[in-house]
């Protein structure tokens, strides 16, 4: 079975401090993602990375940085946390950008005070 | 621009009865289209896509879709709800021509499964 693995279901954090989100994936996708979901609002795209050191921004990339050091691992980095970041956030891969497949972990819900 | 619009936040059906979830999208060229699904506390998994072959694609768990281009619709419906089908269903439209890969994702209909 394939696999995405995010390290943490749930975390609290407080405001200004800096938070490490990691994602796994064992199906040696070069493509992953980060997506933010908030109700009503679907999935907005945060970062993506489709190499090894390489990332792209997404929709919604302000306050966030990523970090891609082996293909299996994708980081997600709120460099000092606010408010309005408390989400859920979920990570993705797929080998194939134009079959559209992602694989998703089952997500982190990150809750800032 | 490329856009989709699921037209209802919630659906409510009662068990045995038909589904019907409404997506309309928006795209320049002839897009790619997903359906993906989200139980509680479960991670998303697709349910069913559309890449330019046959217009009926017929998912997991007896759902299916219609790509209708007059409609500019992709509706996803099953003959008969099971309580385990209570889940949020999102439909997702790619652009195959666009070369910053961007699938836009719908807000999302929540399935409600009436005993």
């Known amino acids: 079975d394939v696999k995405v693995t995010q390290s943490s279901r749930y975390l609290v954090k407080r405001t200004g401090e800096k938070v490490f989100l990691e994602c796994v994936q064992d199906?040696?996708?070069?493509?992953m993602f980060w997506y933010r979901q908030d109700p009503g609002l679907g999935l907005r795209l945060i970062y993506f990375?489709?190499?090894?050191?390489?990332?792209e921004k997404g929709d919604i990339p302000e306050g966030y940085s990523v970090s891609r050091e082996k293909k299996e691992r994708f980081s997600l980095i709120l460099e000092s946390a606010s408010t309005n970041q408390t989400s859920m956030y979920l990570c993705a891969s797929t080998e194939d950008f134009d079959t559209g497949e992602l694989f998703f972990g089952e997500g982190s819900r990150l809750t800032v005070l | 621009a490329q856009s989709v619009t699921q037209l209802d936040s919630h659906v409510s059906v009662s068990e045995g009865t038909p589904v019907l979830l409404r997506c309309n999208y928006s795209s320049s060229y002839s897009p790619s289209l997903f359906w993906y699904v989200q139980h509680p506390n479960k991670g998303l998994q697709l349910l069913l896509k559309?890449?330019?072959?046959a217009t009926l694609v017929k998912g997991i768990n007896g759902f299916e879709a219609e790509f209708k281009k007059s409609e500019t619709s992709f509706h996803l419906t099953k003959p008969s709800a099971h309580m385990s089908d209570a889940a949020e269903y999102f439909c997702?439209?790619?652009?195959?021509?666009?070369?910053?890969?961007?699938?836009?994702w719908g807000a999302g209909t929540k399935l409600i499964i009436k005993p």
């Open positions: 990375s489709y190499d090894v050191k390489m990332k």
């Open positions: 997702v439209v790619s652009d195959p021509m666009d070369s910053n890969y961007q699938l836009i």
């Open positions: 559309y890449t330019s072959a």
């Open positions: 199906m040696d996708h070069e493509n």
